[in-house]
């Protein structure tokens, strides 16, 4: 299994421009580490998340939803893409999820979101990929939502020292 979705976040259309403000990478970057290391933030995220950085480039989390954890561990690649690796839960095949800043265009940035099952899967679990793709389209678009609210409140600006 196997589902890709863009979202835009910098449109090159200045009518769109001027109706939201662009992000740097730099901000954009900011805001899907917060993903990463305060998944709580977001709507529809863990209760808690505890992490610990074991290499360069690698987060490894536990999340909790009320009594249940999912550990998984994320690769960085700074300002450039993010992959959410998880552990194998019980007979469930893991979905792994990559998140890739692009700009296709002077002006444009996307996040292309590619989610993929690490095993083969089952046909009860095949039965339900169509509700994962819209549960995951839905909770990607509010992330975005999210992002551009801590953009125009400034918290995606760099610390000040």
């Avoid at 589902?3 to 449109?11: A, M, Q, R, T, V």
Wanted: glycine residues 4%; aromatic residues 10%; proline residues 9%.
């Amino acid at each position: 299994m196997r589902f890709e979705h863009l979202i835009e976040i910098n449109s090159p259309d200045p009518v769109f421009g001027a109706a939201m403000p662009p992000f740097t990478r730099a901000q954009l970057w900011r805001g899907l580490m917060q993903r990463v290391k305060a998944p709580q933030r977001f709507p529809n995220g863990p209760e808690g998340c505890d992490w610990h950085e074991p290499a360069a480039g690698v987060i490894a989390r536990t999340l909790r939803f009320g009594p249940h954890t999912l550990t998984d561990r994320v690769q960085l690649d700074a300002e450039e893409s993010l992959v959410f690796t998880p552990e194998a839960h019980g007979e469930t095949a893991p979905i792994r999820l990559t998140i890739r800043i692009e700009e296709p265009q002077p002006r444009q940035m996307v996040l292309r979101f590619i989610y993929e099952a690490l095993a083969e899967q089952t046909q009860e679990e095949a039965y339900y990929n169509d509700y994962r793709h819209s549960a995951w389209l839905h909770n990607d678009r509010d992330m975005v939502i999210t992002l551009r609210e801590w953009l125009e409140t400034g918290q995606l600006n760099p610390l000040s020292s």
